[in-house]
């Protein structure tokens, strides 16, 4: 991906969240953008920061994975966004970005875009993308929150090979389900925008303002899966997700949820 124009990124922005950016910054390489911003200082209550990293060294997943995309393959962006009061429903706030994220996806012409339980972004039965939310902490009694969002916009031939994923096919590129690939700058006005609206609306309303369109987009309901948790195994179907975005799995014999764990296996949809 090419060095993005900052100042054009601002000017497309809308008026909201153009005035609420208080610093945009690209890099060329980084180890991590999520973890650049978790060391600066937080920006105050309603804004945020962004960095944007065309490859990254040390890019991190959830649970200590790493996140890989080769140099010009695909977007990489943190934005740090400082809530005035801890939100209701925190956990469930990767599972709202993830609906927000979709939805841009879609506006940019994106086909057939779903969203796997806590944080992959799929399409074409194959990863796209991942969400990575961590607290930065606070400030004035607000919560920081500093979300990562690596997109895979266009991979290099053979490059999904070396991608590894427990639970789809090969990895997925953006380039794969539109017609046109936007401009960079246009994929990231969409994304901040995006991530805006949704802050917003996560702070008053919590999960129960994204919970229907959740289903909508849900690609693990009616799969058997199997979830890696610290102490076991559960293999069941899954039941869509709780009020407070945790996942439930029929096993058979009751419903169970879970609020933290890994899907290392995903099967096909279940006729309904």
């Known amino acids: 991906?090419?060095?993005?124009?900052?100042?054009?990124?601002?000017?497309l922005l809308s008026a909201g969240p153009k005035a609420g950016l208080d610093q945009i910054e690209w890099f060329a390489s980084i180890a991590s953008t999520n973890t650049y911003?978790?060391?600066?200082?937080?920006?105050?209550?309603?804004?945020?920061?962004?960095?944007?990293?065309?490859h990254?060294?040390?890019g991190r997943g959830r649970h200590f994975r790493r996140w890989v995309s080769p140099p010009g393959s695909g977007l990489c962006l943190s934005f740090a966004y400082t809530f005035s009061e801890a939100p209701r429903q925190m956990p469930s706030l990767t599972l709202a970005i993830g609906v927000g994220i979709t939805t841009v996806l879609k506006g940019l012409g994106a086909a057939g875009v779903g969203l796997k339980w806590p944080n992959d972004i799929v399409a074409l039965d194959g990863k796209m993308g991942g969400i990575l939310t961590e607290v930065h902490g606070s400030r004035d009694g607000g919560v920081t929150v500093v979300t990562g969002i690596g997109l895979n916009v266009s991979l290099p031939t053979?490059?999904?090979?070396?991608?590894e994923s427990d639970w789809a096919r090969l990895p997925v590129d953006l380039k794969s389900v539109v017609d046109t690939v936007p401009a960079p700058e246009v994929i990231v006005v969409a994304i901040v925008e995006g991530l805006c609206g949704a802050?917003?609306?996560f702070a008053t309303l919590g999960f129960s303002?994204?919970?229907a369109d959740w289903a909508e987009h849900d690609w693990l309901r009616d799969r058997e899966v199997t979830v890696d948790l610290p102490d076991r195994q559960i293999t069941g179907v899954a039941a869509g997700?709780?009020?407070?975005g945790a996942l439930l799995i029929d096993?058979?014999?009751?419903?169970?949820r879970v609020i933290s764990g890994s899907i290392v296996m995903a099967g096909s949809r279940r006729a309904g």
């Open 1 to 11: 991906m090419r060095k993005l124009d900052a100042k054009l990124i601002r000017s």
């Open 37 to 54: 911003l978790l060391g600066q200082p937080p920006p105050p209550a309603g804004r945020c920061r962004i960095a944007i990293a065309d």
């Open 56 to 58: 990254q060294t040390a």
């Open 158 to 163: 053979g490059a999904a090979d070396e991608i």
């Open 199 to 201: 802050m917003h609306k």
């Open 209 to 211: 303002g994204f919970a």
């Open 241 to 244: 997700v709780d009020t407070d």
């Open 251 to 256: 096993t058979g014999k009751e419903i169970t």
